[in-house]
């Protein structure tokens, strides 16, 4: 596992894994600029070794103020962390995939295929700008009662006649 550590301010570019943090904890990701990689950030709660997977905490972890672009995934974060102020953007899959007990807040994703993929419960998300996705949120077999959202405008655009329609006024 790894703790404590500040990574900031590193370009990445064409690689499988951009940072990759397995049980981590109090580590600040800060300020790096992403390009062409699979996974972008990184933290993983599992390592399979062999024939065995262990599970590691995965909490405290801030991820701020990073531009990630033109790869796959851009920031996975599993655990309790602070994801903010982060820049995603030409990602082929998932902009930004959370599991439980993150704030996600500040963040400008666009023409991702996925906006923000909230895996599991108790987090939550406040001002995040999502434009030109396939999908902008996907909650995956959640419960509401476990999340919320904050701040976030969503416009429905209804083009069938309905019975009104077809009434002519009088």
Known sequence: SSSNNVIEKNQ????????KLTGSYNNTVFSNIITKTVEGIYFAEYESTGWSTSTY???GNIISNNQIREGTNGITAHGNNI????SL???SG???????NTTLTN????NCA?????AKSYNVLKNNTITNTKHSFFFPEIHSDYWRLDSVNICLLYTSPSPRDRTRSR
């Open 57 to 59: 905490a995965v909490t």
């Open 94 to 100: 998932t902009a930004i995939k959370i599991d439980k």
């Open 114 to 118: 996925i906006g923000i993929d909230v």
């Open 107 to 110: 963040n400008v994703v666009s």
């Open 83 to 86: 994801v903010e102020k982060n």
């Open 89 to 91: 953007s030409g990602n």
């Open 12 to 19: 990445l570019s064409d690689t499988g894994v951009g940072i």
